[in-house]
């Protein structure tokens, strides 16, 4: 799942509000979300135990800092930090520099990598845990790349090509006390990422709506449908679950409020409707609602509306 960064600065682009910079944020992003997605479905499943212990995205704290993981693999005896990365093209180390197409990376991952496996270490000891064998890997899972001047260091890096092998070596070893007390802290370190996007003025948030088939800012508001004048028709609850969903990114610091929402819309929506659709499709939160903090596909991935789209191309 995209990370609430990712989704913000999604939503936010719909919205025209972004400058280049964002933008960019926005790009390297998505590519992040897309290699790591690759490697969970397309990798972990074929090639590795289902034994194994797999943790995706894994937030840490040690020294009053925060750290994350992209995936801890843990066989019982040894645990894998793995950080993928999807860079296209040509790829180069030079003394502590790394470049795709000649152009330098910020932040060099050789260098980063080898942060993880030093704070895993200490995030360990500090919990009072068994010492283990940690080993740091990087991945390059982009086919359309190529990669030079790999120094010599205790952090492994691969190709696509080398995957399948590194995930079919890593053998599962029995169970102990001391690989549980790892699996348990693994298991009760529930942090989420701390870093949360900015909060925004809503005077600065275009909340027009267009066709998704044709762009236009023209449609009739029926019964049930939002009509467009080149012939669709969308489902008026899930459009505003999805927009709801949207509004609940933007706004992350709070919970959902009926009459907060009705004002985000300016006449969009009747307060009844959101009423009725706010307690069909969310949790009730006190005065309010749960946030679920997601956008419209990660939070209901698989729901069936009663009443149809119709998309005329």
């Known amino acids: ?47 590795l135990h289902k034994d194994v212990y797999v943790f995706q ?56 990598a080898q942060e993880h496996v030093r ?47 590194y995930l079919r070596n890593i053998q599962v070893h029995p169970r102990s006390h001391k690989s549980e007390r790892i699996i348990n802290a693994f298991l009760k370190n529930d942090l989420e990422c701390p870093y949360l996007p900015p909060i925004l003025d809503k005077k600065l948030m275009h909340r027009g709506w267009k066709c998704p088939a044709c762009q236009s800012r023209e449609f009739d508001n029926g019964n049930r449908h939002f009509l ?16 709801i969903c949207k509004y609940g990114v933007l706004y992350h610091h709070k919970e959902i409020y009926l009459n907060e929402l009705t004002e985000y819309f300016d006449g969009l929506f009747n307060k009844s409707f959101l009423n009725s659709c706010l307690r069909r499709n969310f949790t009730k939160y006190g005065r309010g609602y749960q946030n679920p903090r997601k956008l419209i596909e990660y939070y209901q991935p698989n729901k069936i509306y009663r009443y149809k789209d119709k998309i005329v191309k």
């Not at 509000?17 to 972990?44: M, N, P, R, T």
């Not at 894994?58 to 995936?71: A, E, L, N, P």
């Open 1 to 47: 799942m995209k990370t609430l960064q990712t989704q913000w600065l999604m939503v936010m682009n719909e919205f025209n509000q972004l400058d280049a910079s964002d933008k960019y944020k926005l790009h390297i992003g998505l590519l992040g979300d897309i290699g790591e997605e690759q490697f969970k479905h397309d990798w972990i499943p074929k090639y």
């Open 57 to 112: 995205d894994f937030w840490f704290k040690v020294f009053d800092q925060y750290h994350q993981i992209d995936f801890v693999i843990f066989n019982h005896r040894t645990i894998e930090l793995v950080d993928i990365k999807n860079f296209e093209g040509m790829m180069h180390f030079e003394n502590d520099k790394f470049s795709v197409n000649n152009n330098e990376v910020l932040r060099n991952p050789l260098s980063k």
């Open 119 to 165: 704070f895993m270490k200490e995030w360990l000891y500090r919990n009072n845990l068994p010492e283990v064998q940690i080993n740091g890997n990087l991945i390059f899972i982009n086919q359309h790349a190529s990669l030079s001047g790999v120094p010599n260091t205790e952090i492994k890096c691969m190709m696509p090509n080398e995957i399948r092998n």
């Open 228 to 243: 467009c004048s080149c012939g669709s028709s969308f489902s008026k609850e899930k459009f505003a679950v999805e927009e």
